[in-house]
């Protein structure tokens, strides 16, 4: 092992401090995305977004406008998509903007057979835009159950069953 004389050490050590800052763009991590002007309007223009692409089957902005957990793949994920009954019309009932990096749209989907009850959609501000954060959300439809239309929401982790089904799906 050779040993290094202190000045060409002292040299090392600056340029790989030069280096460091060059490499990570002249002062470490990136600026933080600043939040819209308007944030509730940005949100729910994302929303709407998302919800005419699925109303059109556009399956490609649908994937752009949103974040999904559940898959792994996204040849999986466009297979649950394409599977899904296409929604006719949607209204939305509420807006929470309390948190403007994560604001709650409430929305009545309607679909050819039924309308399903408020369900809370996250939108969450990241990498300087809005993406709706799509989740498990369970709606109980059974006319003669007690708990007729109750909405549940699921953890957020990865279903394997489902991303295998929809994996083999094409």
């Known amino acids: 092992m ?14 790989g401090g030069i280096l460091t800052v060059i490499a990570t763009g002249f002062g470490g991590d990136k600026e933080p995305y600043k939040l819209p002007d308007k944030p509730k309007e940005a949100a729910v ?3 709407s977004e998302y919800m005419n692409a699925s109303m059109n089957r556009d399956y490609d902005k649908m994937i752009s406008l949103s974040d999904d957990y ?24 509420a ?13 009545i989907t309607k679909y050819e057979d039924m309308e399903l009850p ?17 989740r498990n959300v369970v709606v109980n439809m059974i006319p003669s159950s007690p708990d007729y239309k109750t909405v549940e929401y699921e953890p957020e982790k990865v279903d394997d069953n489902l991303e295998d089904n929809f994996n083999d799906s094409q």
């Open 70 to 93: 559940r898959f792994k793949t996204e040849r999986a994920r466009l297979s649950f998509l394409k599977a899904q009954d296409t929604p006719l019309d949607y209204r939305i009932v």
């Open 95 to 107: 807006v929470n903007d309390s948190d403007p990096s994560k604001i709650v749209v409430s929305s």
């Open 118 to 134: 408020p369900i809370k959609h996250i939108l969450a501000f990241e990498e300087g835009t809005y993406k709706l954060k799509v």
């Open 2 to 15: 050779k040993i290094v004389s202190g000045k060409k050490l002292a040299c090392l050590v600056v340029l």
């Open 45 to 47: 223009s994302t929303f």
